[in-house]
């Protein structure tokens, strides 16, 4: 196959803003309430528990990228690691990898469409959620289809605008509170521990694309230098506002209110101002989920191209715009599939789902760091976790304790994705259509 390649044109800023824009969204402007549910007034304790272990494998994928910052992210991390221990094992497990991480997009971007719909009915009711979740998929789909240099110019600008709604949240709340702070409240955490990381299993999936800026790897100016730094301030910046987020929500409205309010942050600030900041808050929102669903939508076609390179998806999925530089059919295929998604109008259950595949991947690439630190000692790395192996062996640890807290329907679900994935790297197996990991993904330098 001639390889064609994507345009490098993406700054550290451009990075930043795109990592930043894909986990500030329908998780914290939505989900919040969901989560203070069983977290109690200890909600804000839950958004460091899922930073905390987000952070652990967000270092991974920093070390990662750098190593081989290409379209496919861990992709082709799992191929590279996992082929040290057999080419058919490294096959087997980045094909799976790869198709989960693909389908994981497809099902977060259906998700966070749908946490858009609550935020646009706060405005304007008269459409159903749902409906508003299909004209936000068919407008990111046409964004994405004009290519990343485009779209990225929206991403930078509606940014500014949730991290200042967040920002003008935070210090409304904290100006006028109306409860006591949450370590006074009684009950502190109603369901104990088991509260605590039920929430922050649902709280990650707002920081599930920690991988959204390594899968545009090959869009950056300087990857090897660009895409760790950008990972690591991207999920710090997220994990210390979310933090923040939490502990003033329990302050403005009960934890048995906030799980019933349609747009809980906005609702909450009708608590203590005029309308003018609900209602800022509000068109923030629909700002991030814009953002968010540009972010998540972004990693699934090239992830994608990177399959379709090897001979492990459809050719169709490696074709990429001869004007627009965009992977233009693969985005077309999985917007399409999300769209579709999103008529089913359960915001809780595909995001769980979401999740579920999320974490699956983020012990792969864990697990990836550690066998090549042991494979390939003297690999150039141009950035090295500190600590050893402690931080990939605790994200691993974190995310399997996620994993347990989570809807045993979504665990289902997720699975039923992974298995599909093994069904579609047999029958490409069998077409005789896999070409080998050194033919097809060493990189150009940069």
């Known amino acids: 196959m001639n390889q064609q390649n994507l345009k490098r044109s993406l700054s550290f800023l451009d990075l930043y ?6 986990l500030i969204g329908t998780g914290i402007f939505v ?19 899922a ?41 087997i497990v980045a094909s799976v990898v790869g198709w989960t ?28 959620v749902t409906v508003w979740a299909v004209i ?13 240099s485009f779209s990225k110019s929206v991403i930078n600008l509606l940014v500014i605008v949730k991290v200042f709604a967040l920002l003008l949240f935070v210090v409304l709340g904290i100006l006028h509170p109306q409860l006591a702070m949450p370590i006074h409240q009684t009950p502190f955490l109603p369901q104990g521990f088991g509260g605590l990381m039920a929430a922050a299993a649902i709280i990650a999936f707002g920081q599930i694309h920690i991988d959204a800026i390594t899968t545009v790897a090959e869009e950056a100016k300087n990857p090897h230098r660009d895409i760790p730094r950008a990972t690591v301030w991207a999920i710090a910046t997220v994990v210390v506002l979310y933090a923040l987020v939490g502990w003033v929500s329990v302050t403005l ?25 609900s209602s800022f808050v509000a068109a923030a929102g629909i700002a991030a989920t814009i953002t968010s669903g540009l972010g998540c939508m972004i990693g699934g076609p090239r992830v994608g191209l990177a399959m379709a390179r090897e001979g492990q998806l459809w050719s169709s999925f490696g ?35 979401g999740v579920f595949t999320a974490l699956m991947v983020f012990i792969a690439v864990n697990v990836a760091v550690i066998i090549l630190r042991y494979k390939e000692k003297n690999t150039k790395r141009p950035f090295k976790i500190p600590g050893g192996l402690l931080f990939p062996i605790l994200g691993i640890a974190g995310t399997i304790v996620e994993l347990f ?10 699975a039923a994705w992974m298995v599909t994935g093994i069904i579609v790297y047999l029958f490409f197996k069998k077409a005789g259509t896999h070409q080998s990991f050194d033919s097809m993904t060493d990189h150009k330098k940069v």
Do not use: R
């Open 319 to 353: 074709k990429i715009h001869p004007k627009f530089k965009s992977p233009s059919t693969a985005t077309l295929i999985t917007g399409a599939f999300a769209i579709l998604l999103t008529l089913t109008g359960n915001l809780s259950l595909v995001a769980s789902a």
């Open 31 to 49: 989900l919040t309430g969901i989560a203070a549910k069983p977290a109690g007034a200890g909600l804000f304790l839950s958004f460091l528990i």
């Open 253 to 277: 409205v009960p934890t048995d209110v906030l799980p019933t309010l349609k747009a809980p942050l906005a609702s909450a600030l009708n608590v203590v101002t005029s309308g003018w900041a």
């Open 136 to 148: 936000l998929g068919v407008l990111t789909v046409t964004l994405l289809y004009l290519g990343i």
């Open 405 to 414: 807290y989570l809807d045993p329907k979504a665990i289902l679900m997720g």
């Open 51 to 91: 930073g905390g272990i987000a952070i652990c494998t967000a270092l991974s994928f920093a070390e990662l990228s750098a190593m081989y910052p290409q379209a496919g992210a861990s992709y082709v991390y799992c191929k590279k690691a996992f082929s040290t221990l057999g080419q058919g094992t490294g096959n």
């Open 101 to 128: 991480l693909m389908t994981q997009y497809i099902v977060v971007g259906a998700a966070v469409w749908l946490g858009f719909g609550l935020y646009a009915q706060f405005f304007l009711p008269g459409l159903s």
């Open 17 to 22: 803003s795109l990592g930043v824009a894909a």
